[in-house]
């Protein structure tokens, strides 16, 4: 591999893509390494100075794009036109943990045949569809106690609140006076 010259936008970027690859559970140290600075390297090369994208948008780009075709290779779609294949690849993945099983096969252009006979075989069954509904706000009925609870709201009053706040002020008051006298 040639030398790699990474400005600090570029360092951001292979931190970026290195971070998007471990989120796939790339175990092997050395293997995610690797894939961080091949792509990087090749977003490098495919990126303009004047092009509207940052470099870490590039290298995202383009390792997103290499995940999807892998995991559309996996699910045994060589068509861009299936947009399922790549979600059915890579759950199947992540259920037979090809991951676990074979972990320097991630990105590989040739992934094992035992590999790709389980998740080929792998089983995946959607779950129901999703439905929209409406929600309609029931009133809740709390039976008798609510009738306790509001009769005892139309009993109380601010003025008992504010008698028993003046008698506490007086005494804390009357106690910080004694307190004052006989101990300090």
């Avoid at 690849?89 to 943990?97: L, P, Q, S």
Wanted: charged content about 20%; overall charge negative; aromatic content about 12%.
């Amino acid at each position: 591999m040639d030398k790699l010259s990474l400005p600090p936008e570029w360092n951001a970027a292979c931190v970026r893509v290195e971070d998007y690859l471990r989120a796939h559970r790339v175990s092997s140290r050395t293997h995610l390494l690797q894939l961080t600075l091949d792509m990087t390297a090749a977003a490098q090369a495919e990126y303009r100075e004047g092009s509207p994208e940052t470099p870490v948008q590039a290298a995202l780009r383009l390792a997103t794009a290499r995940t999807e075709m892998w995991f559309s290779l996996l699910a045994g779609s060589d068509s861009s036109t299936d947009t399922t294949a790549a979600s059915r690849g890579r759950v199947a993945y992540f259920v037979t943990e090809c991951n676990r099983r074979w972990p320097a096969a991630f990105l590989d252009p040739s992934p094992p045949p035992e590999m790709l006979a389980a998740i080929r075989n792998a089983t995946i069954q959607a779950g129901p569809a999703l439905e929209f509904r409406s929600l309609v706000r029931k009133e809740i009925d709390y039976g008798p106690m609510e009738d306790i609870a509001r009769e005892t709201w139309d009993q109380f009053s601010w003025g008992h609140v504010l008698r028993a706040f003046a008698i506490w002020v007086v005494i804390f008051f009357a106690a910080y006076g004694i307190w004052l006298r006989f101990f300090s």
